[in-house]
């Protein structure tokens, strides 16, 4: 096989991102055998206790014959390690409200109530707990800043989870006609602050703002879903960007208008202000574990690769919402940080591999009812990640998807000049801090498609380590500089 005309040979000195202490924590990866659920053949190493050697014996390096663009800086430094700056304050949390035209929703009142609340696991039914209320402006934006000492509830609720606090905000009005409005989003408060300051807090104080849609709200039969949408989906990565209203079925519902009930346009209409309220409650309809893709990584040209998933949970999930329990839509985010006890991954994987990682989370179907002065009781949902919750019998952790055509040369050509570097022989990167991990199709929950962003950090990281094959071992970030924000470290 022809070797890369005029490529030099790497000669840089080790690649880090992150400070000593750090490095030092990356090289106790659990064993890939701990969790692998595949056969040798599909996954190398997989299955036993030792894991494949980088290929060191070899120069080769497949190309598909064309001159090759520059592969980017040798970086001969570590660069500074990342640090964690310390927030201040007390936490924000805002949003926009509109119709379900996009016009604002102007002078409505907003409920915050907490996500971690505990449900019954019996299904009973709870009224759940206000935290604040806040008015919608002229252009319907909202925001409402909790106390710096909160109640005791919300900060054993904000313990738990990293830091954060993690808010359902809901809007509940009437049409003219008596028709229930309703519009929920997701908010994440960081509390943790000054040296307390965790990533998780950080990370939600820099979350986006959200634009939430209210729509009719008319079922009055609660939905249950089939007992087929328990059963665990296999993970299928996708380019594809996630279709605003999907099905039950986690299929593109593109031609499904929200806002026309029974022939009735309610896009425009607007909610009766100041009349007296709905009143909610909410229930878990059914719970259930899901294997869920939390992170990846990649080695291809005499390399390998490691991913770990330490402690804790540090996600932010998109939270999937309904207003009939057939279509469904990813509104606003969730933060689960709290503790997991285990440290699951993989070590030492490749060369030419590249797999997600996914842990057992535990996900809760949940239905939002209100009782409205018009007798009438209607009801909504959400599906919500509770835990880390390994199943009777089940992994504690597995391989997901295939990732392997993010590698190579076809994708090296397509990539972002400025993303690119070398990596040294004998040298590794690794990326624990600064930087998240997009997934668009993260897992199928009750048959809905969920998306998940992961926060790297000390206990969270990508890793991929260079043999000592004479070509170059280039590699680059999907979002941006390997010294900077990469995302994801995508190998050729």
């Known amino acids: 096989m022809s070797k890369i005309s005029g490529r030099r040979l790497t000669l840089a000195t080790a690649l880090s991102v992150v400070a000593a202490s750090a490095v030092v924590g990356l090289a106790i990866a659990a064993p890939a055998h701990a969790v692998c659920t595949q056969s040798t053949a599909d996954s190398p190493g997989c299955g036993s206790t030792s894991s494949p050697a980088p290929t060191t014996t070899t120069d080769d390096k497949p190309t598909d014959g064309g001159a090759l663009p520059s592969s980017g800086p040798t970086i001969t430094a570590a660069p500074s390690p990342s640090t964690l700056p310390p927030v201040s304050g007390a936490a924000t949390v805002k949003g926009i409200f509109t119709l379900g035209n996009g016009s604002p929703l102007a002078g409505a009142t907003v409920t915050l109530t ?3 609340e505990a449900l019954p696991a019996d299904g009973s039914t709870i009224t759940p707990t206000t935290v604040g209320t806040a008015t919608t402006a002229a252009d319907g934006s909202w925001s409402f800043t909790l106390p710096s000492t909160l109640p005791s509830n919300l900060q054993t609720y904000a313990d738990d989870n990293g830091g954060v606090l ?12 008596g028709t229930v409005l309703t519009g929920t989003d997701y908010v994440d408060a960081g509390v943790a602050t000054g040296s307390a300051t ?12 959200d634009t939430v849609a209210i729509h009719p709200d008319t079922d009055e039969t609660q939905v249950t879903p089939a007992d087929s949408t328990l059963v665990d989906t296999a993970d299928t990565p996708s380019d594809t960007p996630m279709s605003t209203w999907q099905s039950a079925d986690g299929t593109s519902a593109t031609t499904f208008n929200p806002n026309v009930v029974d022939g009735v346009d309610y896009s425009a209409v607007k909610p009766k ?6 009143v909610p409650s909410k229930h878990v309809i059914k719970q259930h574990d899901y294997y869920t893709s939390v992170g990846e990584a990649h080695a291809y040209y005499d390399t390998t690769a490691a991913f770990e998933y330490n402690n804790t949970l540090s996600s932010t999930w998109g939270v999937a919402t309904s207003v009939d329990g057939e279509h469904w839509s990813i509104t606003g985010k969730v933060s689960r940080k709290s503790s997991t006890g ?7 994987q490749g060369p030419h591999w590249a797999k997600r990682f996914q842990i057992p989370v535990e996900y809760q179907d949940v239905d939002h009812q209100l009782a409205c002065p018009n007798h009438k009781v209607t009801h909504s949902y959400s599906i919500l990640p509770v835990k880390y919750d390994i199943p009777a019998g089940g992994d504690t952790a597995r391989y997901g998807g295939d990732v392997r055509n993010k590698d190579g040369v076809a994708a090296y050509r397509n990539s972002n000049p400025a993303y690119r570097a070398v990596l040294g022989k004998k040298q590794y990167a690794t990326i624990t801090s600064g930087t998240s991990i997009t997934i668009g199709y993260a897992a199928k929950v009750f048959g809905v498609t969920i998306s998940l962003d992961t926060e790297y950090g000390t206990s969270h990281f990508q890793k991929i380590t260079a043999g000592s094959g004479g070509e170059e071992h280039d590699i680059w970030g999907a979002k941006g500089k390997i010294s900077g924000n990469p995302g994801v470290i995508y190998s050729y």
């Open 114 to 116: 907490p996500v971690d």
């Open 166 to 177: 993690s808010l359902e905000a809901s809007f509940y009005g009437q049409a003219p006609d």
């Open 198 to 209: 965790t990533e998780g807090s950080a990370a939600a104080r820099a979350e986006a703002t």
């Open 273 to 278: 202000i100041g009349v007296p309220t709905c």
């Open 342 to 348: 285990h440290a699951v991954g993989f070590a030492n």
